[in-house]
């Protein structure tokens, strides 16, 4: 599989989730932020959804192909996963201008923040990076979104995740 169309598959899996009556929903007023058990959360004006896939998708290509490189390469490590965040705005259409961050981390523990790749097809845009699972169990993903240059604040999403 080409890196496009490995990009390719990540977009349509990420918009395919996408219901129409979640991105119309608005969050409540006054409510605090809670971590999703779903892939998808509203934050602001903006619908954050993620996807994981297997690292060892990627391993499988030759090491001088260019899906093994991205992000600095996959780790030989059973448990690295794929983690890629699909960002729209309340258009729906997607966010390419943004700095995004993740953590991934087992429930109650806090993990370091690492910055997600862009990864282009066409005009769309994913973010991406390899996160490792120690063990089955709980996880939460937080997900930092901003604009480097705008003064506006950092935009966070928190899902739960079940890693079996």
Do not use: W
Request: charged content about 25%; aromatic content about 8%.
């Amino acid at each position: 599989m080409n890196l496009r169309l490995y990009f390719c598959a990540i977009s349509i899996i990420l918009v395919v989730m996408v219901p129409m009556e979640v991105q119309a929903a608005e969050p409540k007023a006054g409510h605090e932020q809670r971590a999703s058990p779903d892939m998808h959360q509203k934050v602001g004006d903006l619908d954050i959804f993620y996807g994981l896939l297997p690292a060892q998708v990627t391993k499988q290509h030759d090491p001088s192909h260019e899906e093994s490189r991205m992000h600095g390469g996959v780790s030989g490590k059973v448990n690295d996963y794929h983690l890629v965040v699909a960002i729209f705005d309340k258009d729906g259409k997607r966010v390419n201008d943004v700095e995004v961050k993740a953590s991934i981390a087992e429930l109650g523990l806090s993990g370091a923040l690492k910055p997600l790749t862009v990864m282009q097809t066409g005009e769309t845009a994913s973010f991406g990076n390899y996160f490792s699972f120690r063990r089955p169990g709980v996880y939460r993903i937080e997900v930092e979104v901003g604009r480097p240059t705008a003064h506006e604040k950092i935009l966070r999403a928190l899902f739960d995740y079940r890693f079996q």
